[in-house]
RNA sequence: GGAGGGAUCGCAUAGUGGUCGAGUGCGUACGCUUGGAAAGCGUAUAUGUCCGAAAGGAUAUCGGGGGUUCGAAUCCCCCUCCCUCCGCCA
């Protein structure tokens, strides 16, 4: 959501900002229903001034009550209350979809090939053996099983047994305990939440198709009515950002930094044709999380967008594994960010680099419509500032573990970080 | 799943149609007091929107939505959530 004063001070930056980031709408369009209700707000409140009056004189002298005076009032009053909020609503649709300002140096562009390249950390691996990709590195190793996903969940299911579930938790608990000796609060947040949760997050009105919805409005088969539809997150930023809804904080409280480990699903319903096959693109994951909260303070928010960063690249360090980072361009960021990193690392299979981070900052957009607050030294109240990035999702980081980590024998070594999870040095093919 | 009870200002509570945007206690902040602290005393302690240069004023909000009424925290309906008892259960 974006400040309303701002909106009518600045149309065309606006309007610009959508243009980039490939958001339909129409500022002109939305102006104008501001104005209509703008008036409407207006003269409502001097309608209910009016009947507080007569009220107030009512109470004071019952006998001098003009009721057909007092009824033909409120008529007046109700209908244009209607009539508000109908154009409230009609207001809000288009200011939901209304995106952040970007960053002035964020590469212009319709998609994810204006990204730019920020840096590169790490060797890219040489093989003198034909190498393998993940998929058939998982079945040799009889650590993943496509075929059998398939038959129980469907389209992008996936089993990991032995060393490949080892590996999965292995690399998940690393980054957790890496998060929590960087002074992060972990958190445990549900993964079943409510649309207000989405709306909050900006994954709503947009990403819609892409979350599942466990209880849809209408009937069940056995005729029971479903009232408010819960979705299944695909991320636990949006639950663990709600948290924070419809409070104030205290200055001293910020900046708060939270982190969280949970199942994540996506129903990847317009990417049919992407990735099919292996552990890539996939409907259910496990995500490390971290998300911070901080003051309205662009620059304290950049060095934290900072922070995050390098937490994730020291974890992909730790695990020598070889990545670059991009920023964003903004026809790739998302309507309610303001800068925005992604890390993609080194996939030998693919021969290129695959998207494994995303860090974000998005300002206020968040914090607006989540009514997310705090209130500074001075006593004024000021929305938050809020950040998310991703700490480690496996198993897609697996594809980077499994291929650059394979040997000539069929054999992978285990990233010496992870061993003491797992009480292995390599998982060997001869079983 | 069955039966009952509840949701009020950070927390706890008072409040059954106008005197209630809302009392009291705790907490918090500032001041007085003190050698310093505690206690004590005093003052303050929501948020949104609109009008206004400002001072200030208006308006809305007592879980959410709708209704009754000139007027709703208070009455009625629906929803959500919480609690107690019974049943089931990792």
Not at 359 to 376: E, G, H, I, P, Y
Request: hydrophobic share 35%.
């Amino acid at each position: 959501m974006i400040d309303l004063n701002f909106l009518r001070n600045n149309p065309q930056l606006i309007q610009k900002a959508a243009l980039d980031k490939n958001i339909d709408i129409n500022i002109n369009h939305i102006l104008e229903i501001d104005k209509k209700y703008k008036e409407l707000s207006i003269s409502v409140q001097k309608l209910r001034e009016e009947r507080n009056v007569l009220t107030e004189k009512i109470k004071r002298d019952p006998k001098q009550f003009d009721r057909k005076g007092a009824q033909s009032l409120k008529q007046k009053l109700e209908k244009e209350e209607k009539a508000l909020s109908a154009v409230w609503e009609e207001l809000k649709i288009e200011l939901l979809k209304i995106p952040n300002v970007p960053a002035v140096n964020t590469p212009i562009g319709p998609n994810s090939k204006f990204d730019k390249e920020i840096r590169r950390w790490g060797k890219i691996p040489k093989f003198d053996f034909p190498i393998k990709n993940h998929i058939e590195i998982g079945k040799n190793l009889d650590i993943l099983d496509f075929v059998a996903g398939a038959k129980v969940s469907g389209f992008r299911g996936y089993y990991l047994k032995n060393e490949g579930a080892l590996l999965h938790w292995a690399v998940l608990n690393f980054a957790f305990a890496k998060m929590i000796s960087h002074g992060f609060t972990p958190m445990v947040p549900p993964t079943l939440i409510h649309e207000f949760v989405l709306v909050g997050s900006g994954h709503f009105p947009f990403g819609k198709r892409d979350i599942y919805q466990i209880a849809n409005p209408g009937k069940l088969e056995s005729g029971e009515e479903i009232k408010n539809p819960i979705y299944l997150g695909g991320t636990s930023e949006p639950a663990l950002l709600a948290y924070f809804a419809d409070k104030i904080l205290t200055e001293k409280e910020l900046p708060i930094k939270i982190c969280a480990l949970t199942q994540c699903y996506r129903s990847e319903v317009g990417d049919y044709g992407k990735d099919v096959k292996g552990l890539y693109r996939i409907h259910e994951f496990t995500k490390v999380e971290q998300v911070v909260i901080c003051r309205n303070d662009l620059k304290e928010s950049e060095k934290l967008h900072q922070e995050m960063q390098s937490i994730s690249e020291e974890i992909l360090q730790e695990l020598d594994l070889s990545y670059h980072v991009v920023q964003n361009s903004t026809g790739d960021m998302g309507a309610g960010k303001y800068k925005m990193f992604d890390i993609e690392t080194w996939m030998p299979a693919r021969n290129n680099y695959g998207e494994t981070h995303s860090n974000s900052n998005l300002t206020d957009w968040q914090a607006r419509r989540l009514n997310m607050k705090f209130k500074d030294r001075k006593g004024i109240v000021n929305y938050c500032y809020t950040l998310n990035n991703t700490v480690i999702a496996s198993p897609r980081i697996l594809i980077a573990i499994l291929e650059n980590y394979q040997k000539a024998d069929g054999s992978v070594l285990i990233p010496k970080i992870l061993q003491k999870y797992l009480n292995i040095e390599k998982i060997t093919p001869s079983k």
